[in-house]
């Protein structure tokens, strides 16, 4: 499961396991059953209580993937960004994909 985008009241809702919403009650699930979750936060600048938010869902497990954009791959377009972020989110949930080229891959 992948929690994109995830404001900082899901987060929150998330880590304290308040699962007041359809949303929230699945990552609940996703947690008491050990399913890889992710979360992409949007917010930013993030508030120290994100930060603990994350931390605590990241000891729990929970993968926490940044939206920030791969500059120092040269993108040529908004498509790239995106497909690489996509790509970086399916990495971490362990999902096969060809939206970018990873480094192991090695030179095109």
């Given at each position: 499961m992948a929690i994109v985008p995830c404001s900082s009241n899901t987060l929150a809702?998330?880590?304290?396991?308040?699962a007041d919403t359809l949303l929230t009650?699945?990552?609940a699930v996703h947690l008491k059953e050990r399913r890889p979750l992710a979360i992409?936060?949007?917010?930013t600048?993030?508030?120290t209580i994100s930060?603990?938010?994350?931390?605590?869902?990241?000891?729990?497990g929970v993968i926490v993937v940044m939206a920030s954009?791969?500059?120092y791959t040269h993108p040529k377009s908004?498509?790239?960004?995106?497909?690489?972020?996509?790509g970086k989110l399916l990495d971490a949930l362990g999902v096969p994909?060809?939206?970018?080229?990873?480094?192991?891959?090695g030179p095109e």
């Open positions: 809702k998330v880590a304290l396991g308040l009650r699945a990552a992409v936060p949007r917010e600048p993030l508030a930060l603990r938010h994350m931390t605590s869902l990241s000891e729990m954009g791969p500059y908004v498509d790239d960004i995106t497909d690489f972020l996509a994909h060809r939206l970018y080229r990873g480094w192991r891959e």
